[in-house]
């Protein structure tokens, strides 16, 4: 199956759709809303770099897996953040968008089974309660670096698990 990439729209979500039809010319639409633009066709590195030229789009996160109940996403969580490696704490947040899942509590989930199956590794949350993530917490905590943000997004009846490849720079537009 072929990775599909989710948009998560600026305000303007009429714009940030042109812009990713002008910027991502050559990619398969597969679904699109005020909020989300979902595209296949790229790879990671090449959704990366073409992102630079963006301004009107907040995020794009790679789905992953599906899931049907909560229990899959900390099954899936788990084994996202065991793929990647780090010499001293990874940290990783939780983001949810459109699912209404409580991230924070989905968050310690995880960190409580990462730490069952991999007690020689550690894990960090960032996520401080039940606000969000922002892109300058993104930033400093370098969960891009690592793309440990796991993304939980709702499209209509579908659920997707994925992980957050861009994120709009804060110090670019300041």
Known sequence: ?????????????????AEIQAVFPDVEHVFSSRNFYVFSGLDDAEVQKRFLKMGGTIKIIALRNTWKIPKDIISQGVAILGEKSSESKLPFGVAEHAAKLDAFRLGLDIKKQFKKQYPDQSIRLVNSGAKALNAAAFKHEKLGVHQSEIAIVQLENKKYIGTTLCYQDVDMYA
């Open 1 to 17: 199956m072929q990775t599909l990439y989710c948009c998560i729209l600026g305000r303007e979500f009429r714009l940030s759709i």
